[in-house]
């Protein structure tokens, strides 16, 4: 990369500002002479390293050892390294759901980067919501930034088998009814799932951001796949510690790279990847971070007709490990190049083209090529109809073929403490052919969006043999999720969406070829129920949940906090 020369550095205004006098002379010594510093440390590229390291958040416990090789890099390169710890959140131990925390979290790193003397930052990420959570941040401050992800735990391996976190758990309920498991054979597979630090093994959704991450090159090639505790996971932290201190001196900012083609390129190689539905309130919040034009429909126009490659659970087989043996994203950003804008400039200063052009792939078995695809159409559907005018989701890949085209009675929930005491009641009306119905799990409703719009089959659809029903909801679905589930209904039912007005019984028509979902009711008994309908008191009355309820956007749009949406343009 070329330096950009005379370019003053950001962290100067603090430590040597225009006209000198005294408050140089208050940062230098408030900050860091107390540390014992060479006067010469104050004129060297200041790089934070934003750590979501934290023991609340199980998949991130080992990025503090990793920000010691980050360090190494930087100051190998001549930078002065400095690292900072911001709120972290564990997918699976936060409550109510780590969604509702995610622009919370995105505000500490905006804050915590933008207001400090720092002229570049590396994001060190793991759990789901830590990835979009530190980019949308970094985005609003928009100086240099590279992401360096945490990496996948080893493989679950449990009696000869690989097991997917999360993708595992979804098939305990049918395992135990079959007698398959015993309530011991589920501790023994407790323990053999989770076998290294690192976050879930599958292509869930920290998987899926890590690859979303590299896709829109803001790692350096070949990091998404690295699992945790790999030592090349080390060697590329090192290496990224030097890239950021280049980007400084070339003034290579996010802004650079997040262009509207790199967004693009995130959208296809996500639906080759099988990749998260959680991906698209992710990317659309970073999108409006950065001020660049991207719309649901983005999602279904270049995503839906993309091949599927990679053969990892949930859409299939296997897991990130042999992902990265196989040769990780480089080769799919290289078997997909004639769908990518190649030309786009990534953190080490080349553009992806020139990055992945060599990548090869060592096992067809887990990567396919795209003339002989796992599937010939992945990505995501946006489904538009009356019940949900905003739009809706679904991931054909993770669905049944033959429910895609589907019309059912509504057997309706009306929310997760009436699904959770309804469901197994024998006397409840349902069958497989049912289209089971559950509002109030929007960003509104819950609040903050939680991942439970696979709903669990009826017990008494299950000892028949049938895995999969029709489900829909206002919520999201874990990465690591799979069934016919219609999710991120929009408007959500709790602001006044049709959604809310669907009684039991009323016929469901999901139409997924033609991007249609209906409710067979007319404009006038819809307006009849509307004017009847009183909205669900919201619990969050104080706070940062009051605050959110107050100002979060809608699922087609990210789901970001109204204010947060643009760019700070402070530097
Ligand atoms: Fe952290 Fe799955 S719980 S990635
Ligand atoms: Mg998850």
Redesign the pocket.
């Known amino acids: 990369m070329k330096d950009k020369e005379h370019k003053k550095l950001r962290s100067q205004e603090w430590f040597a500002p225009s006209g000198g006098g005294k408050g140089g002379f208050v940062h230098r010594k408030a900050w860091r002479k107390n540390q014992g510093l060479p006067a010469d440390t104050y004129g060297k590229p200041v790089i934070g390293i934003c750590n979501t390291w934290s023991e609340l958040s199980p998949c991130n416990t080992h990025l503090r050892d990793l920000a010691e090789s980050v360090k190494r890099g930087v100051l190998e390169a001549d930078g002065y390294p400095l690292e900072f710890p911001i709120m972290s959140t564990g ?2 131990i936060i409550k109510p759901t780590a969604m509702l925390f995610r622009n919370l979290m995105s505000m500490d790193a905006e804050e915590s980067i933008g207001s400090n003397p720092l002229d570049g930052v590396v994001l060190l990420t793991g ?2 919501k830590t990835t979009p959570a530190t980019i949308m941040g970094a985005a609003s401050v928009d100086i240099p930034t590279i992401v360096v992800p945490g990496g996948a735990m080893l493989n679950g391996r449990f009696r000869g088998k690989n097991i997917g976190n ?1 993708t595992y758990v979804w098939k305990l309920k049918e395992k135990i009814n079959s007698g398959e498991l015993t309530e011991d054979d589920l501790k023994d597979a407790e323990v053999c799932s989770a076998r290294s630090e690192g976050h ?1 093994t599958t292509m ?3 998987s899926s951001m890590a690859c979303m991450a590299e896709a829109l090159g803001l790692t350096l090639p070949g990091a998404a796949a690295i699992p945790a505790v790999d030592a090349r996971k080390k060697v590329m932290a090192q290496l990224s510690g030097r890239q950021i201190v280049d980007m400084v001196k070339a003034d290579l900012k996010m802004s650079n790279i997040l262009t509207r083609k790199a967004f693009e390129n995130a959208i296809i190689i996500n639906a080759a990847i099988g990749g ?1 539905t ?1 991906f698209i309130v992710h990317l659309q919040a970073i999108a409006g971070r950065m001020g660049v034009e991207l719309n649901l429909q983005d999602f279904d126009d270049l995503g839906s007709k993309i091949p599927l490659l990679v053969n990892l659970m949930p859409s299939g087989k296997y897991l990130m490990e042999e992902f990265y043996d196989a040769g990780g994203l480089p080769v799919v950003l290289n078997y997909m190049k004639e769908h990518l804008h190649n030309d786009v400039i990534t953190v080490n200063g080349k553009t992806l083209g020139e990055n992945n052009a060599n990548a090869i792939c060592f096992r067809e078995d887990v990567i396919y090529k795209p003339s002989e695809p796992l599937q010939k159409e992945a990505g995501i559907a946006v489904l538009k109809g009356n019940l949900c005018k905003n739009g809706a989701v679904i991931k054909p890949s993770a669905a049944t073929e033959s429910l895609l085209v589907h019309t059912g009675k509504a057997v309706v929930f009306e929310n997760m403490n009436d699904f959770r005491n309804k469901i197994d009641d024998p006397d409840l009306d349902i069958d497989e052919n049912s289209v089971m119905v559950l509002k109030n799990v929007g960003p509104v409703g819950f609040p903050g969006m939680p ?1 439970v719009g696979n709903l669990d089959l009826p017990k008494k659809v299950l000892e028949k043999g049938f895995k999969d029903m029709v489900r829909i909801s206002d919520g999201r679905m ?3 999720a799979f069934g016919t589930v219609v999710l991120h209904v929009s408007p959500e039912s709790a602001v006044g969406g049709n959604l809310a007005l669907v009684e039991n019984g009323d016929l469901i028509i999901l139409d997924v070829p033609n991007r249609k979902l209906n409710v067979d009711i007319s404009d006038e008994e819809l307006q009849r129920r509307r004017e009847k309908w009183v909205a669900p008191e919201s619990k969050a009355k104080r706070g940062y949940p009051n605050l959110y309820v107050n100002t979060v956007e809608q699922a087609h749009l990210g789901v970001d906090l109204d204010f947060l949406v643009g760019n700070s343009k402070d530097n």
């Open positions: 997918e699976s759990c789901d999360g879930c869930g959704t920290a998260s959680n991942e874990s990465g690591t």
